[in-house]
């Protein structure tokens, strides 16, 4: 049993790592915050055979022989686009970038073989067969009304949005809200630690809020909010549920 498990392994990073260096199949979005100058540099390096950086840009060849290209754009002001190269995630199958533009930035996903890229505005956090994700925007001080949970999907020509849960239209403008945490309870559900704010009568008093449960399908999702112990369903309020288009690069 253990020679099973060995080769099966073996052959899942072989799989997903497409001929990149790599040492771990989980990668670590953490590199893409922080020393980026040096993370860049040694990503590229693992990477040399798919990846340069010249002339401003980070050259991305895939493995159809498509290259893409990430053009840097150093204005100081809202045409601000820099990127930095973080490395290969063996276990999605894709580049991840760190994209940082005017007062506001993400990562950008692009496919190892199609070279179709997508942009998240924080890290993914991968469902435990790796065939999903989340990310979440919370921003309570500048623009609260923008707070969004965005689920996606991975396939073999690259992963896709599929949702965006707009958290607003859930509540009255009295107050503003987040999801603070999101954590995934299997491959179709998610726990979402929610946290809100109210503007009267003083302005970041915290407010007590329910966690939410979230259940994914391919054609929508299902929200329940944890009462005492138990999954009451939530209606979906108009403008609370937005089916993302599919955009092809």
């Given at each position: 049993?253990?020679?099973?498990?060995?080769?099966?392994?073996?052959?899942?990073?072989?799989g997903?790592?497409?001929?990149?260096?790599a040492?771990s199949?989980?990668?670590?979005f953490?590199?893409?915050?922080?020393?980026?100058?040096?993370?860049?540099?040694?990503?590229?390096?693992?990477?040399a055979?798919?990846?340069?950086r010249?002339?401003?840009?980070?050259?991305?060849?895939?493995?159809?022989?498509?290259?893409?290209?990430?053009?840097?754009?150093?204005?100081?002001?809202?045409?601000?686009?820099?990127?930095?190269?973080?490395?290969?995630?063996?276990?999605?199958?894709?580049?991840?970038?760190?994209?940082?533009?005017?007062?506001?930035?993400?990562?950008?996903?692009?496919?190892?073989?199609s070279?179709?890229?997508?942009?998240?505005?924080s890290?993914p956090?991968l469902?435990?067969?790796?065939?999903?994700?989340?990310?979440?925007?919370?921003?309570?001080d500048?623009?609260?009304?923008?707070?969004?949970?965005?689920i996606?999907?991975?396939?073999?020509?690259g992963?896709?949005?599929?949702?965006?849960?707009?958290?607003?239209?859930?509540?009255?403008?009295?107050?503003?809200?987040?999801a603070?945490?999101?954590?995934?309870?299997?491959?179709?559900?998610?726990?979402?630690?929610?946290?809100?704010?109210?503007?009267?009568?003083?302005?970041?008093?915290?407010?007590d809020?329910?966690?939410?449960?979230?259940?994914?399908?391919?054609?929508?999702?299902?929200?329940f909010?944890?009462?005492?112990g138990?999954?009451?369903?939530?209606?979906?309020?108009?403008?609370?549920?937005?089916?993302?288009?599919?955009?092809?690069?």
């Amino acid at each position: 049993m253990k020679n099973i498990g060995f080769w099966a392994g073996l052959i899942l990073v072989l799989g997903f790592s497409a001929g990149h260096a790599a040492k771990s199949v989980v990668f670590e979005f953490d590199k893409c915050f922080s020393n980026l100058e040096k993370n860049e540099a040694r990503g590229i390096e693992m990477n040399a055979r798919y990846v340069e950086r010249r002339d401003g840009a980070l050259h991305i060849k895939t493995e159809s022989g498509k290259v893409v290209v990430l053009r840097d754009d150093k204005v100081d002001n809202d045409r601000l686009s820099l990127h930095s190269f973080c490395g290969f995630a063996e276990d999605i199958g894709h580049h991840v970038v760190r994209w940082r533009g005017y007062e506001h930035g993400g990562l950008i996903l692009v496919d190892g073989v199609s070279g179709k890229e997508l942009f998240v505005s924080s890290t993914p956090e991968l469902s435990p067969d790796r065939s999903r994700f989340v990310t979440r925007y919370f921003d309570i001080d500048m623009d609260p009304h923008n707070n969004t949970i965005e689920i996606g999907s991975i396939h073999k020509d690259g992963a896709e949005m599929d949702f965006r849960i707009r958290c607003q239209p859930f509540f009255k403008r009295a107050f503003v809200w987040g999801a603070a945490k999101v954590d995934w309870i299997d491959n179709d559900t998610l726990s979402v630690t929610r946290e809100g704010f109210a503007y009267e009568p003083n302005f970041h008093d915290v407010l007590d809020m329910n966690k939410w449960i979230i259940k994914v399908t391919k054609k929508s999702v299902k929200i329940f909010e944890v009462v005492d112990g138990k999954r009451v369903p939530v209606k979906i309020p108009k403008g609370g549920l937005v089916p993302v288009k599919k955009k092809t690069k």
